[in-house]
């Protein structure tokens, strides 16, 4: 079989996937996001050739570029091409207040959160959850651009600046943790490997941002935790990210569309990338 996985270049993630797809005696095409193009009523759709895709990152654009391909996505899911993770999952996860809202809905406790398009609101939000507070941008992923602020002066200076970029306010109130989190990988709704990820810095675990990780055996409510959070959002694949708060209470912090394993398969021995393509492969064989 061949299979497209959607990135933005060869990184360290697609030459695993080409080595895995390679075990698995199938072949793995790295096409770049941003020169994907499509027709109708012209045969011009490429990736209409491969028996299935694999979205590996959502390359920054603007407006129209994300949606245009988003809608390739969905033109080829209806076409019977499978897509991992499908169009409706990656334009949930990729919204944080979107994802969020649909834990929340699911009965899983999140972090009190305010997403606002204005400095005075995320100001009042900042007051409301207990002035101490974590701003991300609502697209991202990583932790990058994250900012943690417990100063009224800091905070309106920070809001200030989002709201003449244009962004979206996404406040989120701070909770106390140990210093660590746990990432589950999630996919055919079982949990298949799990670390905790280690803070460097005192409140940010990412593993991208100097956060180290080791493996760990999830109990019977994390794992029940992070499934649920999987089935919330309908994610065949997902990162889900768990955060032990105050007196052992467990939060959804976030969950993750694409997410990667880099930091998770050194420590879990876990070959992640042929067990994606092994289920791609039968989703294309099954229907």
């Known amino acids: 079989?061949?299979?497209?996985?959607?990135?933005?270049?060869?990184?360290?993630?697609?030459?695993?996937?080409?080595?895995?797809?390679?075990?698995?005696?199938?072949?793995?095409?790295?096409?770049?996001?941003?020169?994907?193009?499509?027709g109708v009523a012209s045969g011009a759709d490429a990736l209409a050739a491969f028996d299935g895709v694999?979205?590996?990152?959502?390359?920054?654009?603007s407006l129209e570029q994300v949606i245009f391909r988003m809608d390739v996505l969905h033109r080829l899911q209806v076409a019977g091409v499978p897509v991992l993770n499908p169009p409706r999952v990656i334009e949930i996860c990729v919204d944080k207040y979107l994802a969020t809202a649909r834990l929340e809905e699911a009965g899983l406790r999140v972090p009190p959160t305010v997403a606002c398009q204005h400095a005075d609101a995320a100001l009042e939000a900042f007051h409301a959850l207990g002035g101490d507070v974590v701003v991300k941008p609502l697209f991202?992923?990583?932790?990058?651009?994250?900012?943690?602020?417990?100063?009224?002066?800091?905070?309106?200076?920070?809001?200030?600046?989002?709201?003449?970029?244009?962004n979206v306010l996404y406040v989120q109130r701070y909770i106390d943790h140990p210093g660590w989190d746990l990432r589950v990988f999630v996919l055919d709704k079982r949990a298949i490997a799990a670390i905790r990820r280690r803070s460097s810095d005192g409140w940010r675990t990412n593993v991208a941002q100097g956060g180290t990780a080791e493996v760990v055996r999830l109990t019977e409510e994390e794992e029940t935790l992070a499934l649920r959070a999987a089935a919330a959002v309908d994610a065949p694949v997902?990162?889900?990210?768990?955060?032990?708060?105050?007196?052992?209470?467990?939060?959804?912090?976030?969950?993750?569309?694409?997410?990667?394993?880099?930091?998770?398969?050194?420590?879990?021995?876990?070959?992640?990338?042929?067990?994606?393509?092994g289920f791609l492969a039968d989703r294309y064989r099954n229907g």
Request: glycine share 10%; with cysteine; hydrophobic share 50%.
């Open 238 to 277: 997902a990162g889900v990210d768990l955060l032990p708060g105050p007196a052992g209470a467990w939060y959804v912090l976030e969950i993750n569309a694409v997410p990667g394993w880099r930091a998770l398969a050194p420590v879990t021995g876990i070959d992640i990338p042929v067990l994606l393509l």
């Open 54 to 61: 694999l979205v590996r990152t959502m390359p920054p654009g």
């Open 1 to 38: 079989m061949r299979f497209a996985i959607l990135a933005a270049g060869d990184g360290w993630h697609v030459c695993d996937l080409r080595r895995a797809a390679a075990v698995l005696g199938h072949e793995a095409v790295a096409v770049d996001f941003r020169r994907i193009s499509a």
């Open 140 to 166: 991202g992923s990583e932790g990058r651009g994250m900012m943690r602020i417990a100063d009224a002066d800091l905070a309106w200076r920070t809001f200030r600046t989002l709201e003449r970029l244009q």
